[in-house]
Nanobody, 121 residues
Framework: QVQLVESGGGLVQAGGSLRLSCAAS????????VGWYRQAPGKQRELVAT???????NYADSVKGRFTISRDNAKNTVYLQMNSLKPADTAVYYC???????????????WGQGTQVTVSS
């Protein structure tokens, strides 16, 4: 089975920084796109940033210029560097990966359990 485990969340003051990590483990042949999503209380889960296997990135308008997504393919890990944090960034952050477990070409989407990010004003 595949597991995605996030870490790095916590409490930070507005203007501060955090770095989230998401490590994939288990039987993995290849990982396609990976991304970060977030869900604030009472709101729907929303995309924060994604990165393809080729390194192309996409960001939500609300985080452009402040957040940076990156991946280390050798470690099956994706990162989210979050700078200039705002109270509006408070949410549970989830990582997501489309991966091929067996080299069949079939991609399945996996989710992590989430990590809480709280930004105080």
């Amino acid at each position: 089975q595949v597991q995605l485990v996030e870490s790095g969340g916590g409490l930070v003051q507005a203007g501060g920084s955090l770095r989230l990590s998401c490590a994939a483990s288990g039987r993995i042949f290849s990982i396609n796109a990976v991304g970060w999503y977030r869900q604030a209380p009472g709101k729907q889960r929303e995309l924060v940033a994604t990165v393809t296997s080729g390194g192309s990135t996409n960001y939500a308008d609300s985080v452009k210029g402040r957040f940076t997504i990156s991946r280390d393919n050798a470690k099956n890990t994706v990162y989210l560097q979050m700078n200039s944090l705002k109270p509006a960034d408070t949410a549970v952050y989830y990582c997501n990966a489309d991966l091929d477990q067996y080299g069949s070409g079939y991609l399945r989407t996996y989710w992590g359990q989430g990590t809480q990010v709280t930004v105080s004003s």
